[in-house]
């Protein structure tokens, strides 16, 4: 019988162990996110304000993965005090930083009628404020390691929704942050945004009527899970990636339905 020859050759894995930070990462779509890019290799900073218990739960299910490969860290966007804060913190604890995801965001109604200054400062600081100070703040990091940015938007940025009109006015915003740090930050750390469509119910109640009339306008009918935006971003910050500045949609086909 003919022996097999052991291969003894060590293979090296040339693969670099990203360190990631995502923004409002303890829930849905972040926390999607946190672990497909963890099971990936990465390390993961998770960012939160308020949902603290879901933080630390999925740090404590990473770190269990891979011991010392994720940690979490509180800061209010809102504060601006607090987005310099979240950016030492980071550097101090890894630090280098490879990839930045500006995931987390306010969301909800305001009537032209009755909007008030208070609701538009929190949606302009969750959804754009904090995301360009947050880059500006870890540049010089992601620029020494030729590191990259993805923002998530929202394919309501280029279709706004009635009584919307602040946030859709601040995710239009973020779409063009995107374009302008794709510029500003070339050629060391590319820059791109994912915009979701119908990707899960929100949270709060929602008929089936409604969940009906926002499928009628999906070519594909259906949501698309959080894990096609987690993927996306997954494929935008690859180290072979060629895509900079751009705006990738993942609705469905929604967009391109009048």
């Known amino acids: 019988m003919m022996q097999k020859i052991k291969n003894t050759k060590k293979i090296k894995n040339t693969k670099k162990i990203k360190n990631i930070l995502i923004t409002g990462a303890a829930r849905r779509i972040g926390a999607c996110t946190a672990r497909l890019l963890h099971a990936d290799g990465a390390n993961i900073m998770i960012h939160y304000r308020s949902s603290d218990n879901e933080a630390n739960k999925l740090c404590d299910e990473l770190n269990q993965i ?28 890894a630090g280098n930083i490879d990839v930045l995801i500006n ?8 009537d032209f009628n009755t909007a008030t200054i208070e609701q538009w400062e929190t949606l302009m600081g969750s959804n754009l404020i904090a995301p360009f100070f947050l880059t500006q703040y870890l540049s010089s990091g992601l620029k020494s390691n030729h590191g990259c940015v993805v923002n998530i938007v929202d394919i309501h940025a280029d279709r ?29 750390v590319r820059v791109n945004a994912v915009a979701p469509g119908a990707i899960l119910w929100p949270e709060n109640n929602i008929n089936t009527e409604e969940k009906n009339k926002i499928l009628s306008k999906i070519p594909l009918q259906r949501v698309g899970g959080e894990e096609a935006i987690a993927k996306t971003i997954q494929f935008l910050i690859d180290d072979d990636s060629y895509i900079h500045g751009e705006i990738v949609k993942v609705d469905g086909g929604r967009s391109v339905v009048s």
């Open 66 to 93: 891979r011991n010392h490969s994720a940690k979490c860290f509180q800061a209010d966007l809102l504060i601006f005090e607090q987005i310099k804060k979240l950016a030492d913190d980071v550097m101090e604890y």
């Open 103 to 110: 995931n987390a965001s306010s969301y909800f109604s305001t």
């Open 160 to 188: 706004p929704v009635k009584n919307y009109s602040v946030y859709c006015m601040a995710k239009a915003g973020l779409v063009m942050m995107t374009k302008a740090l794709a510029i500003e930050l070339n050629p060391e």
